[in-house]
């Protein structure tokens, strides 16, 4: 299976990378929509797209309001869009105004209250993290891998999340800033390296690939990649239209 990141920073977009959005093409399935969201159409395969939102904050959901244009490129019979109800109801209210955005792009919205059952027999399962306005990460699991999605959290080897994505095969996290930035990370309410090397040693997942990264850090390793890799080997930074089979 192949998970392609089309959008890798946070807050805003830079020269170099989008804000985050990533897709199973197999699936049908996104996490977050960020303005890497308009790459999504060179990789869908089918009519379906599942888009779950790990919270409202503008850099994940905008991409929302690009639909119209993906749908025009690439054949949408149904989108459907799961999110936490209040998050869902911001959107609707705020985003698609018709001050802001006159026109809503079809799409359902589901309250994401339980497990979920997504395509080639997997179940997505979701949990809480601590983000102002309130986030959540998201894992799935199919018969023979798994894979969990981590943003927006102070990241913490003794975080309740830590069990959640026990064991899987790749984690996807985000690491916005490098250690000597630390204090920036605790007052924005955002990780840096160290702490997020350690809960994938801690939760001993097969592979870490990080994300939501800074867009005004050095774009060739804005977090200090060897001091994650020197807690966790199997560390890897995430880059625009990076491909990650698992």
């Known amino acids: 299976m192949k998970l392609v990141l089309l959008?890798?920073?946070?807050?805003?977009?830079?020269?170099?990378?989008?804000?985050?959005?990533?897709?199973?093409?197999?699936c049908g399935m996104m996490f977050d929509a960020g303005t890497g969201i308009f790459r999504a159409p060179r990789y869908l395969k089918n009519g379906l797209l599942m888009i779950f939102l790990s919270h409202a904050h503008a850099d994940h959901v905008i991409g929302l309001t690009?639909?119209?244009?993906?749908?025009?490129?690439?054949r949408l019979d149904r989108v459907v869009v799961y999110g936490e109800p209040d998050k869902l109801a911001a959107i609707n209210q705020h985003l698609f105004s018709e001050l802001l955005f006159p026109k809503k792009p079809p799409m359902e919205m589901r309250p994401l209250e339980r497990d979920v059952e997504v395509p080639q027999g997997g179940r997505l399962t979701h949990f809480r993290l601590e983000h102002p306005g309130g986030s959540i990460g998201f894992r799935v699991d199919w018969p023979d891998r798994s894979l969990a999605y981590v943003t927006d959290?102070?990241?913490?080897?003794?975080?309740?999340?830590?069990?959640?994505i026990r064991g899987v095969n790749l984690l996807v996290h985000e690491c916005y800033f490098p250690d000597t930035h630390a204090d920036w990370a605790r007052r924005t309410f955002h990780s840096w390296?160290?702490?997020?090397?350690?809960?994938?040693?801690r939760a001993a997942v097969g592979r870490l690939v990080l994300v939501h990264l800074n867009p005004l850090g050095d774009a060739r390793d804005p977090v200090g990649l060897e001091t994650a890799r020197s807690i966790f080997p199997r560390t890897e930074l995430g880059h625009d239209l990076m491909e990650i089979d698992f």
């Open 7 to 26: 959008g890798t920073t946070g807050y805003h977009p830079s020269e170099d990378r989008h804000t985050p959005c990533m897709l199973l093409p197999d």
């Open 66 to 74: 690009y639909l119209l244009n993906i749908a025009r490129l690439h």
């Open 153 to 164: 959290v102070t990241a913490a080897p003794g975080a309740e999340y830590v069990e959640r």
């Open 193 to 201: 390296t160290t702490p997020v090397a350690q809960v994938a040693r």
